[in-house]
Antibody, heavy 123, light 106 residues
Framework: QVQLVESGGGVVQPGRSLRLSCAAS????????MHWVRQAPGKGLEWVAV????????KYADSVKGRFTISRDNSKNTLYLQMNSPRVEDTAVYYC????????????????WGQGTMVTVSS | DIQMTQSPSSLSASVGDRVTITCRAS??????LAWFQQKPGKAPKSLIY???SLQSGVPSKFSGSGSGTDFTLTISSLQPEDFATYYC?????????FGGGTKVEI
């Protein structure tokens, strides 16, 4: 069965760095675009970034552009989010999510989500 | 960016009630609209894609409709496990955007 397991969250100081991981299993990881979505405490959902199935295309929310980098290692079935220069307002649960359809180059719905990893940015 | 507006932001209902949630896009998105359910402390669960198609394993008491800018999610007979927050999302254009959520309470 499809599983997405996030890790790497924790407490980080503003301006430092943190890398989140999302380990995928139960499907052909290299065939699906993958997303990061976050949710600040008590708030709604915010899309963060997407990476194409082959890693050649990436898009970001304006709120993280230039600070966060999405990447993937298809040989390890793992998605990453490198968070550089995090801000207090980046405090949130970060979820990874999978595109519904394989090999999509245009925006697509999600189907599976991970359980999330909490990131707290605080001095 | 496309703004997604949900209404109401919360509602109170009883077991067995029929519940309808509305989502409006700031510009036309064809049928590129998804719905999610989220329970406290849990990850979102995908319910509907393409405005009206049920995700695998989602019970038929959930239904979606709409196209263009106006969409609805209907729960035909509310059960205790359906009390949750529901979000719509457009995937017509990046950045993907979510509605603010509708909390369905007892």
């Amino acid at each position: 069965q499809v599983q997405l397991v996030e890790s790497g969250g924790g407490v980080v100081q503003p301006g430092r760095s943190l890398r989140l991981s999302c380990a995928a299993s139960g499907f052909s990881f290299s065939s699906y675009a993958m997303h990061w979505v976050r949710q600040a405490p008590g708030k709604g959902l915010e899309w963060v970034a997407v990476i194409s199935y082959d890693g050649s295309n990436k898009k970001y929310a304006d709120s993280v552009k230039g600070r966060f980098t999405i990447s993937r290692d298809n040989s390890k079935n793992t998605l990453y989010l490198q968070m550089n220069s995090p801000r207090v307002e980046d405090t949130a649960v970060y979820y990874c999510a999978r595109d519904l359809w394989e090999l999509q180059s245009s925006p697509d719905a999600f189907d599976f989500w991970g359980q999330g990893t909490m990131v707290t940015v605080s001095s | 960016d496309i703004q997604m507006t949900q209404s109401p932001s919360s509602l109170s209902a009883s077991v067995g009630d029929r519940v309808t949630i509305t989502c409006r896009a700031s510009q036309g998105i064809s049928n590129y609209l998804a719905w999610f359910q989220q329970k406290p402390g849990k990850a979102p669960k995908s319910l509907i894609y393409a405005a009206s198609s049920l995700q695998s394993g989602v019970p038929s008491k959930f239904s979606g409709s709409g196209s263009g800018t106006d969409f609805t999610l209907t729960i035909s007979s509310l059960q205790p496990e359906d009390f949750a927050t529901y979000y719509c999302q457009q995937y017509n254009t990046y950045p993907l955007t979510f509605g603010g959520g509708t909390k369905v309470e007892i």
